[in-house]
């Protein structure tokens, strides 16, 4: 009698209404799972449409494509003698549902419905998916006539039941399921499952991956049991990505791990459990056992099969605990959007990236992505992953050739330009050269005074009047205009050059515009809208400026880009004002506290009112004068880039 099981988790990269190639992928790591000797497979959420396909799941034919698709995957012969559990939207009594489909030998045994949807964050479920109310019942769904030629069933059982084997019981859970107050998994495991499989989409979220560990190890160290997390790789189609991380644990014990971040289309990972001591364990937490007795049972499909049917059960040892693989939020951040960009980039028919390099913290960091892009790259290929090297082929145009350095596929797929004007200053040009150097980017410096210059001219030609800098006595709103046309204008060129740069240098296709503007600024509204921030794709959108220096210093050790040292010591500006004796006039710290002081004035206007004269100075150098309306006051502002604390005097 046999006790010892081999399940496997898998992770997907996924592409929103891509069935066919979709199928294929569910194919491959049922392929593997088998191989690895596995008799229960389970994919991540919605695997056979794609997660990401948004208002199509409002279309019928999203349904109809999918339940072709499973038909492929069910006749196919590689896909026998094993159990699998995938995820596809189904409509049910022109109700749809978000569904784990579980079938075995061309018979589907159950279609579970998603019981807790997903509204918060970056998911809107509720918008294409109703929720299964009905706990603990299921009733028959009508299968379509071509599934039915397939499985030579009419009918199968679609609700909340579980699955009996000869030798165990097993039942699904859905993502969300999992990270809510009441999980499916606790009343399932008080009626005697033992194995649970979670078919997820969860985005990459820094940080978030320890959250996730602690939920997949507490659902087996309350109740007992295994627990199969199988979610998402790659970008689906959407904004967000989906990191991997699958994983398998047994008696509150991580015991297999799958990568979190990875350019291979299909991950497949197994774990060796014993049943003899999930029963152990559960038998011996006595609290446990008595909310067992008055737990409500669930349907049970029974099932003729057994996963623990070997004739080297006595040869297999249970695989052991292990910790999990936690990444810092350095490694995180420079893998992460890495990955991202890289499936967005093969995906698009596009033949690289390009960025406006300003020299900067922010733009530096979007640069040591694509950095770390190339890396990775190299080295999946160096590892033989040909899929990736057929990427690469077709996005460099070349169907010989072998990315063996990163600096090298940096000079092929990514293009950086200094946009320089009369404002700019001579050391972020060179802190922007510099980088570009060492990443290998095909680095491009231009000067966009001309094209400035013409958008004044024909303002001033319509109405007369010519706008004029503070520091030239001009007011707020022109020293404004004028700086957000210089900063528009970035964008309007970057993307000119964008579609236009490969051609100049005999290549075909275009590039991706990447964008530089981090969290905070977004959050804040510190920022110009429409300018080189507004982009194809923004890899540090979700990253704050605090995370983005820390990771800047983290490149610096890891790939050994000196010029990043003096990227993090430099002030943070815009430079979008002129100069003050050719060096800079303006920094985003005394932007700051420009705008502190102002409040802090409207809200002391009595204590204002009394005074004549009122200097904000520190241990630095003068930065202007800046009148404040309403007062009829002039505020001299004196900052120290060491220090921005500042006293009234």
């Known amino acids: 009698m046999g006790r010892k099981v081999i399940i496997a988790a898998c992770s997907l990269n996924q592409w929103a209404l891509d069935f066919t190639e979709n199928a294929r992928r569910i194919i491959d790591s049922i392929t ?29 034919d999203t349904y109809l494509h999918s339940w072709e698709m499973l038909t492929q995957i069910m006749k196919n012969p590689t896909c026998q003698d094993i159990i699998v559990d995938v995820g596809m939207p189904v409509m049910h009594k022109n109700v749809a549902y978000n569904c784990r489909v579980i079938f075995l ?188 007795t008055r737990s ?26 292990m910790q ?39 733009s530096s960091s979007t640069a040591c992505l694509v950095a770390s892009m190339c890396h990775l790259v190299v080295e999946a290929v160096s590892n033989g992953r040909k899929s990736v090297l057929t990427d690469v082929q077709r996005v460099v145009g070349q169907s010989d050739y072998v990315p063996k350095d990163p600096r090298e596929l940096a000079g092929l797929i990514f293009t950086t330009c200094y946009m320089g004007s009369e404002n700019s200053s001579n050391e972020t040009r060179n802190r922007a050269a510099q980088l570009a150097h060492q990443i290998g980017s095909h680095h491009l410096s231009i000067n966009i005074d001309m094209a400035v210059s013409a958008l004044l001219k024909i303002f001033s030609t ?99 880009f000196t010029s990043l040292e003096s990227i993090y010591s430099a002030p943070p500006t815009a430079e979008l004002e002129p100069l003050s004796d050719g060096e800079l006039a303006q920094t985003d710290e005394s932007i700051t506290i420009i705008r502190q002081l102002h409040d802090w004035m409207l809200a002391e206007s009595k204590t204002m009112e009394r005074l004549q004269k009122t200097t904000l100075s520190t241990n630095g150098r003068k930065q202007g004068c800046v009148p404040m309306p309403p007062y009829p006051v002039q505020i001299l502002i004196v900052i120290s880039h060491a220090d921005n604390a500042f006293t009234i005097r």
């Open 32 to 60: 593997a799972a088998k191989q690895k000797g596995a008799t229960l497979r389970c994919g991540p959420e919605l695997e056979v449409s794609g997660y990401g396909c948004a208002d199509h799941f409002l279309e019928s």
């Open 105 to 292: 030998n061309k018979k589907i045994i159950l279609i579970r419905p998603k019981m807790i949807l997903c509204d918060d964050g970056n998911h809107r479920e509720t918008r294409w998916f109703t929720a299964w109310k009905r706990e603990r019942e299921t009733e028959d769904f009508y299968l379509p006539r071509m599934v039915q030629e397939v499985t030579n069933q009419k009918c199968v059982p679609f609700g909340d039941g579980v699955i009996a084997t000869l030798d165990t019981c097993f039942a699904p859970e859905i993502c969300e399921e999992l990270w809510n107050p009441r999980s499916r998994h606790i009343d399932l495991s008080l009626d005697g499952v033992e194995i649970i499989t979670n078919g997820s989409s969860s985005h990459h979220q820094l940080r978030k991956m320890h959250t996730r560990v602690d939920l997949v190890k507490s659902a087996t160290y309350k109740c007992g049991g295994a627990y199969v997390y199988s979610n998402l790789i790659g970008c689906d189609g959407e904004r967000v990505f989906y990191d991997g991380g699958t994983m398998i644990s047994v008696n509150g014990q991580i015991v297999s791990e799958g990568p979190q971040f990875t350019l291979d289309e299909v991950c497949t990972v197994i774990a060796v459990i014993d049943l003899e001591d999930i029963r152990s364990y559960k038998h011996g937490f006595r609290s446990r056992s008595e909310l067992s």
């Open 296 to 321: 409500k049972p669930f349907p049970r499909i029974p099932v003729d099969f057994a996963l623990s049917n070997r004739d080297d059960d006595n040869l297999l040892r249970a695989s052991s605990p």
């Open 324 to 362: 999990f693989t936690l990444l810092s939020a350095a490694d995180e951040i420079r893998l992460g959007p890495a990955c991202w960009m890289w499936d967005y980039l093969r995906r698009s028919a596009q033949g690289g990236f390009f960025l406006p390099l300003s020299g900067g913290i922010d």
């Open 462 to 560: 319509a109405v007369s009047m010519v706008p004029r800098f503070r520091v030239h006595g001009g007011s707020l709103r022109e020293n404004l205009a004028l700086q957000n046309v210089q900063a528009r204008v970035r964008m309007v060129l970057a993307y000119l050059f964008a579609q236009l740069s490969l051609w100049a240098r005999g290549r075909s296709g275009g590039l991706l515009v990447l964008g530089s503007a981090n969290v905070d600024e977004s959050l804040r509204g510190y920022m110009t809208k429409y300018d080189c921030s507004s982009a194809d794709i923004n890899p540090i959108g979700g990253v704050s400026k605090t995370d983005l220096r820390m990771f800047i210093s983290h490149c610096k050790e890891r790939f050994g």
